[in-house]
């Protein structure tokens, strides 16, 4: 028995473990920190365990009973489905236990519909069977999250930072293996310093409205894929900031797991998707956060799989023991500084410019790597309409695509600034708009190389006759007309878009790398 148990439950798991009490069904017991799960059938029953952590106490069964209808009445506004109800666990005079049987209450379970452990994103990511079409569904459902999420005192979420970074220095002993009090008091120092540098947008962004009643824990094993959709399940407790954080707080905890458990660029793909779903230009300058923000994240998991470790067996205690060393050398990672960098990649349509931004930017800058900007979504967004609705010639005006070019140069230097780097995705035929970008990075002090894709017009028309959902309007009539254009001299790094894809994405990477 740990020093923070201050009951004895044995009783009662060993009841819940037994197949009997569940009519001979098979039974599966998952322990945590704070509660202990069994799955028997198609039902989860979950405990909470009687602890007394410093931020969390758990020591009555009051509490306990208080703990669980909080986490079902929060639960149930993010997976309805998945939270039943709240059954008492009674002893008969005899002494025996039952589900909800007309004895002593001795404990109480909050019972929920058991889903399939495969369904959790924790092993779809590890699994590699996350795909980009399921990042972008977590991307709009955490988007969809925030954006309903009660708005709440940006002034309780500094309140929060402080706790965390007191737990950061006061951890369980087991953690110390993972972390030693040393390396804490380094990565404390270093997060306090960058958090000191930024308190301004800290506060700017709750005034703003951005510190909200997130979910709170929105780590990969809190996500199950139902009826083809992800879930946010067993929402956080107040202590651990589900009554108020920042929303790229909350989004870094999905981010710090995919860069951990998914495959490669998979986090860069949910940073763009929910982006791209929240337009918010706040959350441009708010990147200057993310880098402590996730690793304030990696810490915590670390900490979360190193207490893990002593309440599990076997091969699961090694395994959570090997995850608790793997989020604490992504922590110190992630505090290393990167020197933003602005790559645009222009060419007419057709030669491959957005295929090769997305491909290109996990791998710039800081993790979980580049904001990719497109001037066909710039284009759509200024004239408010769905990212496939095609948009008439009115909207291609020299001056309509002088805003378009004004915007992505805003809004990458707003990102540069914030020390993050950018993939510029636009046509950029004109002298003038090339050096608009260089500006940019000359401004922001930022490397940047531009890159010119060439390709035959067979080839672009091609392409572009193969486009289905696509946010750009540009058919075999605008690969024509611009076959006849001069764009003037280039002096941008030209690359043959008709090699094969791997060798343009090697030839985009030795350029970037060359220049910088």
Known sequence: MYDYVVADQSFVFDTLA???THNGKAVERIDTPTSVVFLAGDV?????RAVAYPELDQSSLSQRLMALEGERSRGCGFAAWLYQDIVPLTRDPHGSLAIGGGGETVEWALRMTRYDPACGL?????TSRIDSAMLVELGAMLAESHAGAPIIDGRRFLSFIDDALRRIGDPADCAEAFITSRERSNLRQTIEARLRDQRSLLIARGSAGLVRQCHGRAYLNHIVLHEGRPWLYAPAARFTGGQGIDVLYDLAASLVDLLLLGPAGSANTLLNTYLWRTRRDADLTGLALLPVFMAMRAIEA???AAVRAPLTEGGERETAGLLAARYADLARRLLTK????????GGFSGTGKSTLA????????AAPGAVVLRSDV??????????FERLDEDAYRPEITGAVYRILCEKAEALLCAGHSVVIDAVAALPEERLAFSDVALRSGAHMTGIWLDAREETRLARVSERHHDDSDADAGVVRQQSGFDPGAIDWQRIDAEDAPSKVLDSARRASERLH
């Open 44 to 48: 989860a029953y979950k405990l909470c």
């Open 18 to 20: 037994d197949p009997a």
């Open 122 to 126: 924790d092993s779809i990511a590890s």
């Open 378 to 387: 710039e284009r759509k967004l200024l004239f408010g309409v769905a990212p």
């Open 358 to 365: 997305h491909k290109l930017a996990p791998g710039l800058g």
């Open 302 to 304: 670390a900490d979360y």
């Open 338 to 345: 990167s020197d933003p960098s602005l790559v645009v990649i």
